[in-house]
C-alpha cells in the first residue's frame, strides 16, 4: 500500500545532542511537509517542499533544518535540542495541482523526548 | 494568509446521535480547499472530508458532510449516527499555494 513512513517511531535524545528524524513516501507527491505537533494542539508547520523548493516558516527556528534528497525521502534535523523540541513530529505529503493544496497523508510521527 | 478558527474545543455526543463541529476560516486566496482531518488518540491523522472552495454543493462522505457557506467563511461538519469509533480529535484546515493551515481543533467524546 502506497504510504507515509516515518522512522524512528520514538527518539529520545539529549539537550544539545543533534537528532535526525526520516519521512519516505511511495506515493510519489511533489510536496512534502514537516510538523511539530505538542499535546493534542493544532500542527505547527515548520516547512515544506515543492519538488525541491524548500519553503521554511517564518518562525521556525534555526535549530531546525531540513533536506530532501529525493522525492520519496525527506529529514528534519534538530542540531542541538532543546527541552521545548520534545514533541510529535509528523512528515505529510500531498499533491499540489495548480494552486489547490490537495489532501495532505500523514504519517504515525516521531515522538522525541529530550532528556 | 490564512487563519481558521474552530471555536469548540470540546464536544460530546451520544452513540447514534448527530453532532455538528464548527468551523469558521479567512483566507486572501481566491483558490482554496478545505477539509477536516480526524485524529484518533495515538493514531496518525487521516482525511475525514474534503470540498473544493469552488463547488457549492456540500460534500458528502457516507455519514459525514459538510455545510459549507462560502460567503461567511463558514464549515462545519456533521456527523451522523454516531459511532464509539468516531472519538477523536477533529482539525478543520484550508489549504493553498502549497500549504495547510490547520484549527487548534475539537476533541469529541462518543458516549455509550
Known amino acids: 500500500d502506497a504510504m507515509v513512513i516515518q522512522n524512528p517511531r520514538y527518539q529520545v535524545t539529549q539537550f544539545g545532542k543533534p537528532v535526525t528524524l526520516s519521512c519516505s513516501q511511495t506515493l510519489n507527491h511533489n510536496v512534502m511537509y514537516w510538523y511539530q505537533q505538542k499535546s493534542s494542539q493544532a500542527p505547527k508547520l515548520l516547512f515544506h517542499y515543492y519538488d525541491k523548493d524548500f519553503n521554511n516558516e517564518a518562525d521556525t527556528p534555526d535549530n531546525f533544518q531540513s533536506r530532501r534528497p529525493n522525492t520519496s525521502f525527506c529529514f528534519l534535523d534538530i542540531r542541538s535540542p532543546g527541552l521545548g523540541d520534545a514533541a510529535m513530529y509528523l512528515c505529510?505529503?500531498?499533491?499540489?495541482?495548480?494552486?489547490?493544496?490537495?489532501?495532505?497523508?500523514f504519517g504515525p510521527g516521531t515522538r522525541l523526548t529530550v532528556l | 494568509a490564512q487563519t481558521v478558527t474552530q471555536s469548540q474545543p470540546e464536544m460530546s455526543v451520544q452513540e447514534a446521535e448527530t453532532v455538528t463541529l464548527s468551523c469558521t476560516y479567512d483566507t486572501s486566496e481566491s483558490d482554496y480547499y478545505l477539509f477536516w482531518y480526524k485524529q484518533p488518540p495515538s493514531r496518525q491523522m487521516i482525511l475525514v472530508i474534503r470540498?473544493?472552495?469552488?463547488?457549492?454543493q456540500n460534500a458528502t462522505e457516507n455519514r459525514f458532510s459538510v455545510n459549507f457557506q462560502k460567503a461567511a467563511k463558514s464549515f462545519s461538519l456533521k456527523i451522523s449516527d454516531s459511532q464509539l469509533g468516531d472519538a477523536a480529535m477533529y482539525f478543520c484546515a484550508s489549504g493553498s499555494r502549497g500549504k495547510s493551515t490547520f484549527g487548534d481543533g475539537t476533541t469529541l467524546t462518543v458516549k455509550p
Open positions: 505529510a505529503t500531498s499533491r499540489e495541482v495548480r494552486f489547490y493544496t490537495d489532501t495532505q497523508y
Open positions: 470540498q473544493e472552495a469552488y463547488k457549492q
